[in-house]
């Protein structure tokens, strides 16, 4: 353990340490940022979901962008691997098909960014039924 | 930056603890390893979240899935289901009593639905045996910026203007306390920190010391600093083991990693903490304890 031996060391040290938290933060409140699951069913990972994920989570912290990605089960759109769906804050998720490493950055530079479609979306083609017991 | 892409929290507070989430938080990792997913999921063991008469909780970041009642056998479906295949474990969810809903982040459990947690804002967030989770949510920093940029005066005048007040039960102003403490000529003044909670089924001390420890010393030495105190004291009942466990952790790493000394005797349930007080020994380790 390294010896802190003035404020400034501390606060250099609190922020190095900051984004080991930095999960747990965004948790607090994941509608308030950019949510991305990956299907990472058997079909996704043979098509390269792994990679994708990898993708997502490096390029989005690399340029600054406040989001949680995660991996979820099949999508039901085995011919169209890999799938993702991508929350913007207060927005409905959209999902994209055949996301390779470029449409994934086009994902990020138009659709994130700026909220622009990008090529690739699945129609919505089923309805979500919140079910009480 | 971490290369975790998710955590998992397991409630270590003493209610879960009792009911076996040390061997959850084994099995969570025996099936991570055999998923080769060590590097990828991160365990971390937490103090109470506060809801213990549904424990013990499991809390799946960054959905912030709250998993109630696990029992170490349930580690395989929550890594197999939800980790892996990123489907919730449903049953492992709380049930809303009165509309029978599954509720699946605990934000929206009537529970906690109104609580903003200001004492326990740490507790049930971050490993209170690892002081790096302490300092990354701002722990020490204002120990720091007192020691280096205010008077004691001035610490006092802040206490006072805040309008906080004991919590020890009585509800006296705090920075009147200290007022007349720094005021009273002593040869050798004490902070002690009163950790005897002795109502019955009144757990809020044993909380903070168990979920967040740090927060504990940090404030005892800021009170010294204030009133010219040398030393502290803690003084924590002999029922509260996993308490003691943790404060004796979080004073070591405190006196490895931010320097004024801290020393403790162990073999009581008397902690005693020395902190080197004078402006210029401050960051300055005394090794001899
Ligand atoms: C309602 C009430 C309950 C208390 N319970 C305990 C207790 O359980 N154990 C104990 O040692 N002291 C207990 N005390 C004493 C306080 O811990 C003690 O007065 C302390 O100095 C309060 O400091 P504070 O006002 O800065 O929090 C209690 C006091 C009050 C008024
Ligand atoms: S001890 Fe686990 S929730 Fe309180
Ligand atoms: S209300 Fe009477 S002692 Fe608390």
Known sequence: MSKITSLADLKKKRDELKGGLDIRVKAIDPDSVVQVKVAMATCGIASGAKTVM???LEQLERRNIAAIVTQTGCMGYCYAEPTIEVKLPGQDPVVYGFVDLKRADQIIEKYIKTGEL??????VNYQTIDFKE | MSKY???????GGTGCHASE???????????????????????????CFGFCEKG?????????TFYVQVKPEDAQTIIEEHVIKGRKVTRLLYQDPVSKEMISDSKHMGFFKKQLRIVLRNCGFINPENIDEYIARDGYQALGKVLSEMTPEQVIKEVR??????????????????EIASKNKADQKYVVCNADEGDPGAFMDRSVLEGDPHSVLEAMAICGYSI??????????????LAIARLKIAIKQARNMVCWAIRFSAQSTVLILNFAMEQEHLYAVKKQH
């Open chain 2, 228 to 241: 010219g105190a040398s030393h502290g004291l803690i003084y924590i009942r002999a029922e509260y083991p």
């Open chain 1, 54 to 56: 990898e993708f997502f």
């Open chain 2, 5 to 11: 892409s998710m955590h998992l929290l397991v409630c």
């Open chain 2, 161 to 178: 203007d805040s309008g906080q007040r004991g919590r020890g039960g009585g509800g006296f102003p705090t920075g009147l306390k200290w």
């Open chain 2, 56 to 64: 013990p909780i499991v809390k799946v970041m960054p959905d912030n």
């Open chain 1, 118 to 123: 990008v090529d690739g979306i699945i129609p």
């Open chain 2, 21 to 47: 989430s040390d061997a959850i938080v084994c099995n969570l990792r025996d099936e991570l390893e055999a998923k080769g997913l060590m590097d990828t999921v991160q365990v971390i063991l937490t103090g």
